[in-house]
């Protein structure tokens, strides 16, 4: 697909090269490699690669319409174009849920600790009765609290929770 681009639409014009020096996403801070990214805190990681992927929604939704647009465009071209989009949509809801679920027990969590709520769920209710990401996720949790790597990162749990997690007992 790339190729066939290439030679129909980018030559000679210096596409590739504005493309690599002007993309939208250069101006975010990622990590080089997986050194880096495991110095990371946790939720900043996360909230890295929501950003990163809600940066492609405009891009994509354009480039869908371009092709959609161009009359001698192939029809590989666009399908390739719409599958990218959809699956862009469908990693940034996951993100988003997952990112979701870990605020919620990371306010759990505080709130257990600073004693400022009661809460019936031990750990393996909340693992026993959540989604398989959640059920990760939770693992994850667990496995840097008893590291004691596990606090928000400002370093202070301040949330509590008031409400039980949606969909639990």
Known sequence: MFNEFDERYAQGRGFITKAINGCHTS????????????QIHHEDLLNLVLGVLRSWNDPLLHLVSEVQ????????ILWKAVEIE????????????????????????CSQSMGAAESSMDRRDVLA????SSHWLGMANRGHRELGTAVPADGQCKQTVSQPISGLP
């Open 129 to 132: 009765t959540t989604s398989r």
């Open 69 to 76: 647009s161009i009359k001698e465009a192939p029809d590989t």
């Open 27 to 38: 101006s975010l801070t990622t990590p080089e490699d997986k050194e880096q990214a495991q």
């Open 86 to 109: 959809e699956q862009n949509k469908r990693l940034l809801e996951g993100m988003e849920k997952i990112v979701g679920q870990e605020k919620e027990m990371r306010a759990i969590y």
